[in-house]
């Protein structure tokens, strides 16, 4: 089965500044996917940015970048000048390939608490 | 459109008694979960459906039971509620074709069972 971990229950930084999330993970297949959500105090689930296993160039997503590195099975999120409103928490997760009959669901790790402090 | 919603917003239970969560998504989307969050848990699956017709266990399944009533609907019920059911629930849909993978999530539902 696979697992995903957080190591960082709680972070903080400073608005402005360059924070890093990490995430590692524990899979036996080749080809997979990856994600980082943001869940704000709404509750909204947001998708902040995607990576599949296959592609070797880093996904960026404005602020946001992620540092793939498939040997190590290591996949954190790097967000630039951050802002007020990246106050949420993050969640790094993982998708099987989906099968002929669907997609597969997501593992997610427990989370890392992200505080940007003006 | 809508994306995926979710009914009721939140909702209270005594011990015992029986309700169904209902989630709709119109993205015609082919697969949809349930998931709940517990604090320092992150999200767990519990059920859920690859495609119309189909119906999978997730991580903790005890307890819940679903229907995939139709391609848009996902029910989740809870036939008998106990207080460890206590916990925010997520359901989520998601496309199969095309290279799209991502999963929408709906707003959740704030269940407590005293």
């Known amino acids: 089965a696979q697992t995903v971990t957080q190591s960082q229950p709680e972070m903080s930084v400073q608005e402005a500044e360059t924070v890093t999330l990490s995430c590692t993970y524990d899979?036996?297949?080749?080809?997979?996917?990856l994600f980082w959500y943001k869940q704000p105090p709404s509750r909204q689930m947001i998708l902040v940015i995607r990576q599949e296993a296959y592609k070797q160039q880093n996904a960026t997503e404005n602020r946001f970048s992620v540092n793939f590195q498939k040997a190590a099975k290591s996949f954190s999120l790097k967000i630039s000048d951050s802002q007020l409103g990246d106050t949420a928490m993050y969640f790094c997760a993982f998708m099987k390939p989906f099968s002929n009959s669907g997609n597969t669901p997501l593992v997610f790790g427990k989370g890392t608490r992200l505080s940007v402090i003006a | 459109n809508a994306g995926v919603t979710q009914t009721p917003k939140f909702q209270v239970l005594k011990t015992g008694q029986s309700m169904t969560l209902q989630c709709a998504q119109d993205?015609?989307?082919?697969?949809m979960y349930w998931y709940r969050q517990d604090p320092g848990m992150g999200l767990r699956l519990i059920y859920y459906?690859?495609?119309?017709?189909?119906?999978d266990k997730g991580e903790v399944p005890n307890g819940y039971n679903v229907s995939r009533l139709n391609k848009r609907e996902f029910s989740l019920r809870l036939e008998s509620a106990a207080p460890s059911q206590t916990s925010v629930y997520f359901c989520?849909?998601?496309?199969?074709?095309?290279?799209?993978?991502?999963?929408?999530f709906g707003p959740g539902t704030r269940l407590t069972v005293t």
């Open positions: 993205m015609n989307h082919n697969s």
């Open positions: 989520a849909s998601s496309a199969a074709s095309g290279g799209q993978y991502e999963q929408y």
């Open positions: 899979t036996s297949e080749n080809n997979y996917y």
């Open positions: 459906s690859a495609s119309e017709g189909t119906t």
